[in-house]
């Protein structure tokens, strides 16, 4: 009798196993690869994922009937199968946890619906644009071939391939997904993708991916970029080519832009997005439309991950520094690492975009793995605002409280006259609220709550003081390190920013963009945009100033990533600037000495990339080193340790405190070591589950925080 290897969705590592099952009869023809199914494990009837049939068992022992098939649709495709468990091993996770990320719940409804025709060949779809201008093509290694000339300076080299360990590993990752209803395809004529000629690799990786190839790239762009449009011409080159597609993006606004743009350029029904943000039909709609092969092209958020896209031929990501790429949810894997493994595992193209770029992006560079594509430095000057820090030489003998002055008069100064020539100016607040934190005004000692420690915070000029953590009231607040009742600002907040804003430049137009409500554009006209970072709106024709208020709360965290951080937050706001030929300007009060500034007035994020990364593997951090965090109590993390057979080469580094009275321990091992790290953590997780262990323990293996 035919056998069925299920996974049961059972997450205990212990079990992280098939286990096979007999097929009776009357389910025989619809219990296929990738459907759902109801089988009896332990007593109880638990839900799971049919991995493969066999005709044979080689369990010796009695076994069980499926008990019911609960869809004959095929959900799971053998690609994201293979995929769940690379993640699953990548990150000592189990693969019932990823595959419950991987396949959105069933919609029965939906599954019933007639759907509708599929649409003419990828391929003939989307016309062929003009080919002029097009120099050299990326080949499957990621270079770019000459056609016959001198690479310029930037452009994509040829490069070997290199080993898997000093590449990228194995890794995937996703989260809920949401969908836009299907509609009826159009053909329609591309037009030629001028935008990737400001590039001299641009061209190239084009014409790659309408021939079918693999090229790897990192794409660093533009100032006042319009990166939706230019992902939009990726993807419809890959259609080209006759494979699909699939983008990720940070949040809803940036899945809004791309969303748009490539219906602009492919017309309707030629793609889906995903989103947690639409309901249960339309985004298991969307997940149908792609697993039956409707569609081409399927964008999201972190929902796009296991998006099963036949003949996978583009995975793109844009701005993977942005911490929604990482998934909150065991085995807590990264957005970038599961597309790069799938265009491993299914030999595809990549293309990791953004204004800055990771460490983890640069090392891709340094490798060989993935190759630039940049612009030349005539292009960059034409289109880089006129950037300036507050707080070097000149600016300090021109203006010597410039130094302290949260708003010093450089700033103003820019302010007044982007406001004078009728243009919207954009302030960034790394805070929000209206004064997030107070001390004492007289020993300025940090007014915390006289019942939990927690910070003091004023949400409103009326306002009393209040608890951050227990959100108690302390109205009659007494300083205890002086007695003094008087409070101070220790950290200004969005809303207080734009109430002095609004005072100071009466009649102006003031507007918020934060957590509450997030603006999606604004008027080209005189204005003030005050934001919070990565709620910025995109304004018409661009900022004619940007002003990056409160550097030093971005640069003082205690934070492995705090100088990245920053200065992606700053490159994407001073991006929304005019260039500097027409008038736009980006002050930034911070320090021009500090390297983060500095890579911004250069406009350089690949240079500061690469001191990150040299520094990280001097320290042994990072992607130079895998590393592992291991959260609990005390006696649960050492008796994890304990069972744990760790590479030879792991060093142990704790306890350090965690909350809820919790302990963290972090394991080091060499990148080439990272697998046997990760399998000797889920074998000594194994071992404590079928124990019984009372106290978890949370594995996380390159957490985004370390410290």
Not at 27 to 42: H, I, K
Not at 334 to 347: F, I, M
Not at 502 to 518: H, I, K, L, N
Request: net charge neutral; charged share 25%; with cysteine.
């Amino acid at each position: 009798m035919p056998v069925a290897r299920v996974c049961v969705d059972v997450p205990l590592a212990h079990l992280d196993r098939p286990f096979d099952y007999l097929v009776p009869a009357e389910l025989s023809e619809q219990a296929r690869p990738g459907t759902r199914v109801r089988v009896r494990f332990a007593g109880q009837l638990v839900d799971g994922w049919l991995l493969d049939r066999a005709e044979l068992s080689a369990h010796d022992g009695r076994l069980n009937y499926l008990e019911r098939l609960v869809s004959p649709e095929p959900v799971l495709t053998p690609e994201i199968a293979r995929l769940a468990r690379a993640v699953a091993d990548r990150y000592a996770g189990n693969l019932a946890d990823v595959l419950r990320l991987a396949v959105p719940p069933r919609h029965a409804r939906v599954e019933r619906e007639t759907a509708p025709p599929a649409p003419a060949s990828d391929a003939a779809a989307v016309e062929d644009p003009a080919a002029a201008g097009q120099a050299g093509a990326v080949d499957e290694a990621g270079a770019v071939e000459n056609a016959g000339a001198v690479v310029e300076p930037g452009a994509v080299e040829q490069a070997a391939a290199v080993e898997q360990a000093a590449g990228v590993e194995e890794a995937a990752a996703v989260v809920q997904a949401g969908a836009v209803e299907e509609v009826r395809a159009e053909p329609v004529t591309v037009p030629a993708e001028k935008g990737w000629r400001d590039y001299p690799a641009g061209p190239g990786f084009l014409r790659a991916l309408t021939d079918g190839r693999a090229p790897r790239a990192v794409w660093s762009a533009l100032p006042g970029e319009d990166w939706p449009a230019r992902f939009a011409e990726a993807a419809a080159a890959t259609v080209r080519g006759g494979r699909g597609v699939v983008a990720v993006v940070a949040d809803a606004r940036d899945l809004e832009r791309l969303d748009a743009a490539l219906t602009a350029l492919l017309g309707t029904g030629r793609h889906v997005a995903l989103s947690a943000a639409l309901g249960p039909a339309r985004r298991y709609r969307a997940f149908l439309a792609a697993t039956r092969g409707r569609v081409p092209v399927v964008i999201g958020t972190r929902a796009a991950m296991f998006a099963p896209v036949a003949d996978l031929g583009l995975v793109a990501v844009w701005d993977d520094g942005d911490d929604l790429h990482a998934e909150p949810r065991a085995p807590y894997p990264h957005a970038r690492e599961v597309l790069l493994t799938r265009a491993r595992l299914g030999d595809a193209a990549v293309l990791v975009g953004g204004y800055a770029r990771t460490a983890e992006s640069r090392l891709l560079v340094e490798t060989g793995w993935a190759k630039e594509i940049v612009p030349d430095r005539s292009t960059l000057r034409a289109r880089t605002p006129r950037i300036t820090p507050t707080g070097d030489d000149p600016q300090l003998a021109r203006d010597p409280a410039a130094a302290s002055a949260r708003l010093p008069s450089l700033a103003w100064d820019a302010a007044r006259a982007a406001l004078k020539a009728d243009a919207p100016v954009l302030v960034q607040v790394p805070r929000r609220g209206y004064l997030p934190s107070v001390a004492c005004a007289h020993c300025r000692a940090p007014a915390r709550c006289p019942h939990c420690a927690g910070p003091l915070a004023l949400r409103s000029a009326s306002a009393v003081p209040a608890c951050r953590w227990c959100a108690r009231v302390a109205a009659g607040y007494a300083c205890p390190q002086c007695g003094g009742r008087r409070l101070r600002a220790a950290v200004v907040g969005a809303r207080r920013t734009a109430e002095e804003l609004g005072r100071a430049f009466p009649g102006v137009p003031v507007r918020t963009s934060g957590r509450d409500e997030v603006l999606r554009g604004v008027p080209g006209d005189a204005g003030l945009v005050i934001a919070t970072p990565g709620a910025e709106p995109v304004a018409d024709g661009g900022y004619g100033a940007v002003l990056l208020l409160d550097s030093w709360a971005l640069l003082t965290r205690a934070d492995l990533r705090a100088g990245e951080e920053a200065l992606r937050r700053w490159l994407a706001a001073a991006a929304l600037a005019r260039p500097g030929p027409a008038g736009g300007r980006v002050v930034v009060v911070a320090d021009g000495s500090l390297a983060p500034v500095q890579a911004l007035l250069r406009w350089d994020p690949g240079w500061f990339a690469g001191r990150e990364l040299a520094e990280r593997r001097e320290l042994g951090f990072p992607p130079a080193a895998r590393m592992a965090s291991l959260t609990g109590t005390a006696a649960a993390v050492a008796e994890l340790l304990d069972e744990a057979r760790l590479p030879p080469a792991a060093e142990v580094l704790g306890p350090v405190p965690a909350p809820d009275g919790q302990e963290r321990m972090l394991v080091r091992v060499p990148r080439s070591q990272a697998p046997a790290l990760a399998l000797a953590l889920h074998e000594a997780a194994g071992v404590r589950t079928a124990r019984k262990a009372g106290q978890p323990v949370r594995i996380q293996v390159d957490p985004q925080d370390i410290f």
